[in-house]
């Protein structure tokens, strides 16, 4: 049996610990996992506040691309985990500054559950290591997060073989909801977390 995490918004734990559990349970690209710890190590420990590494010192401690830094974020802007609260000038040298947060939604953010267990394809059964992905689209000064839900419930795209069909798990799953008339994946809407939770079946 894992151990079971302690909550995201477990007041009795110091922020970096918090904030850290979040990290740890998101579902995203690894690269916005790589840049929110990273993040931390510049912010205050007790409340994630006066984060303001430069985006090449970022650069420098992850590996990561300038451009996927920035990337990572408007992710991070828009999923509430951080909050600009200053300008930086490039010319003086100086990075923005922000605001970590939990935000109070955490626990509609695509996360594991406390466990961090695998999660059951909805077609198979089979337990599969969801794969987290994001998309961030930047509109003025908001972004708007999305994600691909049907990566975290169903087993990965196998990969075409020569001569042979290689159907996927939403598609089959897809089929058998039309022959019972059921809605199928893209019908779902905002339903599909549901279905998110249902494959994750480990509740906070
Ligand atoms: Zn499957």
Not at 16 to 38: C, T
Not at 114 to 120: A, D, L
Not at 128 to 147: H, L, M
Request: hydrophobic residues 35%.
């Amino acid at each position: 049996m894992s151990r079971r995490l302690h909550a995201p918004d477990d007041e009795d734990k110091p922020f970096i610990a918090r904030w850290n559990v979040l990290v740890r349970i998101l579902l995203v690209e690894s690269s916005v996992k790589a840049v929110a710890r990273s993040a931390m190590d510049f912010a205050d420990f007790d409340d994630g506040s006066s984060c303001h590494p430069s985006n090449e010192r970022i650069e420098r401690e992850t590996g990561l691309s300038e451009r996927t830094v920035r990337t990572a974020w408007q992710v991070l802007r828009g999923l509430g985990m951080a909050e600009r609260v200053g300008f930086g000038s490039p010319h003086r040298k100086l990075a923005d500054e922000y605001q970590l947060v939990i935000p109070p939604w955490w626990q509609n953010l695509p996360i594991y559950g406390p466990h961090v267990r695998k999660f059951t394809c909805l077609y198979c059964q089979k337990l599969i290591t969801p794969q987290g992905n994001c998309t961030v689209k930047v509109d003025g000064d908001r972004q708007k997060v999305s994600f691909e839900v049907h990566r975290m419930a169903f087993c990965p795209t196998p990969r075409a073989t020569k001569g042979r069909v290689a159907l996927d798990c939403l598609t089959e799953w897809n089929e058998s909801q039309r022959q019972r008339g059921d809605p199928v994946w893209h019908e779902f809407g905002d339903d599909r977390w549901k279905l998110f939770r249902q494959a994750r079946a480990d509740e906070w």
